[in-house]
């Protein structure tokens, strides 16, 4: 894992409100650090995808908005920029479900992700390649048109696209969805890699959790829009109460789907 630095990312007790009634975030805090990775718990609903946005500044497409609270990334409110002007500052988002430009080929999916730079084309091609170090199927499948690859491709080919626009950060929103368990552990491996070679911290929501503290540094579990736990990644996967109730383990052995709704009753941070 990347040696980690000061704070990148600080998200300090925000709300989130859509259609100025409905409250999803309530009090969400979390830092980054820089060149760490985090992962945001939980289940579906539970506000991951919700912290990215807020973060990203995509919430007002869908009539969202932090009406509590602060972002902060390298010391500064980020809250009123647009996602335009992040992408300028190095965060950049990777939207669930993968979101390729289907009629276009891999590579020109890639070269989208370099719109905003400014340093030459000679860069961006260095960086293409640099993508194509870690993808290696994508240079094989580059010229080919993207909505016709694989889930996995166009996974790949949408962190690859953020990686063109040069990011300290990415908002990787459950990069696992959808894929086969040998595809997943393997674009987990490649976000290992970026962070500790090309020192990109990643702020992660994944519903699987076991893969997630795999590589994480560090965890937030999120339930019904608050963080109910949080810690270093070790010791949330050796933490009863996550094993029990995400993990579908505890130190008596897996549960039943219904054994475990009857546990959640004496889940300790609802008690």
Same mark, same amino acid.
């Given at each position: 894992m990347a040696e980690q630095g000061k704070d990148l990312l600080v998200i300090n007790n925000i709300e989130v409100i859509y259609d100025h009634v409905i409250l999803v975030l309530k009090g969400v805090s979390l830092t980054v650090h820089d060149g760490a990775i985090v992962a945001l718990l939980g289940a579906n609903g539970a506000g991951k995808t919700t912290t990215l946005k807020a973060v990203s500044n995509l919430l007002r497409a869908e009539r969202g908005e932090v009406t509590k609270g602060s972002i902060l990334y390298k010391d500064k409110r980020i809250d009123s920029l647009t996602p335009n002007d992040l992408v300028?500052?190095? /965060?950049?988002?990777?939207?669930?479900?993968r979101h390729c430009f289907e009629h276009l080929t891999v590579e020109e999916n890639l070269l989208t992700g370099a719109h905003t730079r400014r340093d030459g084309r000679a860069e961006v091609m260095k960086d293409l390649e640099m993508v194509y170090r870690y993808f290696p199927r994508l240079k094989e499948r580059r010229k080919s048109q993207a909505g016709y690859t694989s889930g996995g491709e166009q996974q790949m080919t949408a962190i690859g696209r953020a990686l063109m626009a040069r990011p300290n950060m990415i908002l990787l929103d459950e990069p696992s969805m959808g894929l086969a368990p040998q595809l997943v552990e393997?674009?987990?491996e490649i976000v290992s890699e970026l962070n500790k070679k090309e020192k990109v911290s990643f702020l992660l929501a994944e519903q699987n959790?076991? /893969?997630a503290l795999k590589y994480a540094d560090y965890g937030?579990?999120?339930?019904n829009?608050?963080?109910?736990?949080?810690?270093?990644?070790?010791s949330l996967r050796e933490n009863e109460d996550v094993k029990e109730f995400?993990?579908?383990l505890s130190t008596a052995g897996r549960k039943s789907f219904r054994d475990t709704k009857h546990y959640r009753r004496?889940?300790?941070?609802l008690a």
């Open positions: 300028k500052l190095g /965060v950049v988002q990777v939207m669930e479900g393997e674009i987990f959790t076991m /893969v937030y579990i999120l339930e829009g608050r963080v109910v736990l949080d810690g270093e990644a070790k995400y993990l579908g004496r889940k300790r941070w």
